[in-house]
DNA sequence: GCAAAATGTGATAAACCCTCGTATTTTGTG
DNA sequence: CACAAAATACGAGGGTTTATCACATTTTGC
C-alpha cells in the first residue's frame, strides 16, 4: 500500500523475520531456489543491482511468493549471510578449538586464512554481501557479532597460552586481527592475483606475529 | 526518458564528470549548498537513504538544479568522498614528508592515526562515505587509489629507513597497514568509546610494531 | 471428503531517480 | 546601454523498482 515506506521503516531496526517459514516440502525447495538465484544474482552484479523480478523469474516462482517468505530485499541478503557466518563459525570452531600450544595455534590458524582466501576468491557473493554490510545496519551487526563469535575463538585459544595477560587486550587483539584479516581478503581479491597473494602473506605474518607473543 | 537506465548503465564505469563545471560565482555557491545538504543528510541517515529530492529542498534550489552539476546520485557522494582523500592526502604527506629515522616515523604515524581516530569520531560522514564504498565500484577504485597514495608516502619514507628491503613488500606492507587502519577505524566507532579506544590503541602498537623492523 | 491452513499469483500502488522543455539571469561585446 | 549567447534555474512527468493485497490453488489434518 505505501511502497518502499515499510523498508524503510525496518531500515534502522533489525531484519523483520520472515513472514512465514516454509512448512511444506514444497515451499522449502522453493525457497531454496530463490536463494539459490539471489545468490547467483548477487554474484553476477551485487546485491545492489539484484532485483527483486528478476528473482522471482529464475528461480521460477511469482513477485508474491517471493515476498511470502522474505520481508523484503535485505531479508535475502540477510539469509545469505547468515548461512555464511554459521558455516564459517563452525569452521572456525573446529579449528581452533584443540589447540593446545603456541606452535598449533600458528598452524591453525594459518590454515584458516589460506581457507578464507580461497573462499573469497571462489566466491564473489562473500565480498558483495560483506560489501554492502556497511550501509546495512543489520548486516553491521551481524558482521560484527560473527567477528566477535569468531574472535572468541581466538581469545579462548590465547587465553590458554598467556593466562596472565589481561582478558579485554586479548579480546581487543582477537576482534582486531579478525576484522583486519577481512579487510586484507576484500582488498587482495580487488587487485591481481600476484598482488593480493603478497597481501594476505603480509597480513598473515603480521597477524601471527601478534598471535605469538604478548 | 528511461529513468533508472542511464545510472544502471553507469554502475561498472567510472563516475561521469559533472555535466557542467560552475562558472559563475552564484552557482559555485549553491553547489557547495548541495553538497553540504548532502553531507548532512549522508550524517544522518547513511548515503543510501539520502533523497535527491531532500538533498534539493534543504539546499533550496530545485531538483533540476541538482541535476545541472551533478550527473546522478552517486556523483554527489563521489564528490564528497574525493575532497575528504585529499585533505587526508595533504595532512598524511606533511605528516611524513621528512621523516628521517625511525623514532621520527613512530612519532609521525601515531600522531596520523589520533587524527584520522578524531575525523572518524567527529564525522560519520566518512564511515557511510567508505560503507558504501565496495558496492559502488567507482568509490572501490578511489578509496584504493587513495589507499595506495596514502601507502606510497609511508614506503618512501621506509625505504629510507631500510634501503636493502624489497619495494615490493613494503608497498603490500604499507598498503596492508593503511587499509587496515580504515577497517580498525570503523569497527572502533562501531562500538563504545572505551572498547574503540582500546581497538585503535592496539592497531597502533600492531602497525607500529609492523612499521618498527623488517 | 471436507474445512482450514499453507501456498501461489500478478495487477497495482507508492516512492524513487532522472530528463527535458522552458523560463530566467549573467556574461560578453559593440 | 542594448542585445545575443551562454549559463543557470525550474518542476512536471516518464520509467523503473519495491512491496502489497485480494483472490485462486494446493496441501494438511481429521
Redesign the interface.
Given at each position: 500500500m505505501e511502497g518502499r515506506i515499510a523498508a524503510?521503516a525496518e531500515?534502522d531496526g533489525a531484519v523483520a523475520a520472515p513472514r512465514r517459514a516454509p512448512s511444506q516440502q514444497r515451499s522449502r525447495e522453493r525457497v531454496e531456489r530463490m536463494l539459490a538465484a539471489a545468490s547467483a544474482l548477487i554474484a553476477e552484479q551485487?546485491?545492489?543491482?539484484m532485483r527483486m523480478g528478476e528473482v522471482a523469474e529464475r528461480a521460477g516462482v511469482s513477485i508474491g511468493s517471493l515476498y511470502q517468505f522474505f520481508p523484503d530485499k535485505r531479508a535475502i541478503v540477510w539469509a545469505l549471510a547468515e548461512r555464511r557466518t554459521a558455516e564459517g563459525q563452525a569452521c572456525i570452531a573446529a579449528a581452533l578449538k584443540d589447540v593446545g600450544d603456541a606452535e598449533g595455534l600458528r598452524q591453525a590458524f594459518s590454515g584458516l586464512v589460506d581457507i578464507y582466501y580461497g573462499l573469497f576468491l571462489a566466491e564473489p557473493v562473500m565480498?558483495?554481501i560483506?560489501?554492502?554490510?556497511?550501509?546495512?545496519k543489520a548486516l553491521?551487526e551481524l558482521e560484527?557479532a560473527d567477528?566477535r563469535a569468531n574472535a572468541e575463538f581466538l581469545v579462548a585459544a590465547l587465553k590458554r597460552l598467556r593466562p596472565k595477560a589481561d582478558p579485554?587486550?586479548l579480546e581487543?587483539?582477537a576482534?582486531?586481527v579478525w576484522?583486519?584479516g577481512?579487510?586484507?581478503m576484500?582488498?587482495a581479491i580487488?587487485?591481481d592475483r600476484e598482488?593480493g597473494d603478497?597481501?594476505v602473506?603480509?597480513?598473515k605474518r603480521?597477524a601471527l606475529?601478534?598471535l605469538g607473543d604478548g
Open positions: 524503510k531500515q551485487g546485491s545492489d543491482a565480498r558483495d560483506w560489501s554492502g554490510t556497511q550501509a546495512d553491521r560484527l567477528s579485554a587486550e581487543a587483539t576482534l582486531l576484522q583486519m577481512e579487510a586484507a576484500r582488498l580487488s587487485v598482488e603478497r597481501l602473506a603480509a597480513y603480521m606475529r601478534e
